[in-house]
């Protein structure tokens, strides 16, 4: 079946320091990859998605880019702020036809310290 | 607009007792999920409705769990004879039909002592 694996955490940064979370997939066919943000208290957000290889989604200067080659959808943001301290979970749904659900990795926990 | 809400947002039960959570979904949103978060994991799928019928309920752990829409928008998850193993957040998603978006309400922090 369909899968994702992201790097575990948790992952501490300094303020203005470049982040990248590493996310791969299995699946059948081509999935929409997205990347949901969990901030402290509030509820699961869509941050970005692309939907077919190439494609590179972007939001609040967090990028993510489709690799079909690799089967990957890695986050990256140049210059993290406190603000962006959060919960960060990598997920796919299946292609179009299969079942709508979001499969999703097992969230990585991102500090930023001042 | 309003977004996904979710009652209670935290449930305190026994083990053996029988517990509903409920979902509004978005106005017009005709596709609705049941997510179960376990602490430090990503959430996992439960049930998808589109419209009133359950077009895939394959997440269902076990027959315990019963999730009903009857009139297509509001939603209830049914959990009997609750075991300590059900704790966890459940969420509810909400999505026009064929869109890609999710959107998720708070959830509800289910506990069972």
């Known amino acids: 079946g369909n899968s994702v694996t992201q790097m575990e955490g948790p992952v501490t940064l300094s303020e203005e320091a470049f982040l990248t979370i590493n996310c791969t997939y299995t699946a059948t066919g081509y999935p929409s990859l997205f990347w949901y943000v969990q901030y402290p208290g509030e509820g699961l957000q869509l941050l970005l998605k692309a939907t077919k290889a190439d494609d590179k989604g972007s939001n609040k200067g967090f990028e993510a880019t489709y690799r079909k080659e690799t089967t990957s959808f890695h986050l990256e943001k140049g210059s993290v702020q406190v603000s962006d301290s959060a919960v960060y979970f990598c997920?796919?749904?299946?292609?179009?036809?299969?079942?709508?659900?979001?499969?999703f990795g097992k969230g990585t926990k991102l500090t930023v310290n001042p | 607009g309003a977004g996904v809400s979710q009652t209670p947002s935290n449930k305190v039960t026994e083990k053996g007792k029988y517990v509903e959570l409920r979902c509004d979904p978005i106005s017009g949103h005709t596709a609705l999920y049941w997510y179960r978060q376990s602490l430090g994991q990503g959430p996992e799928f439960l049930i998808y409705?589109?419209?009133?019928?359950?077009?895939?309920d394959s997440g269902l752990p076990n027959d315990r769990f019963f999730a009903v829409r009857p009139e297509g928008s509001v939603s209830t998850l049914k959990i009997q004879r609750t075991e300590r193993g059900d704790s966890a957040v459940y969420l509810c998603?909400?999505?026009?039909?064929?869109?890609?978006?999710?959107?998720f309400g708070p959830g509800t922090r289910l506990t069972v002592l």
């Open positions: 998603a909400s999505s026009y039909i064929g869109g890609d978006t999710q959107y």
């Open positions: 997920a796919l749904i299946g292609p179009q036809g299969g079942s709508e659900k979001l499969v």
């Open positions: 409705f589109q419209g009133t019928g359950a077009a895939d």
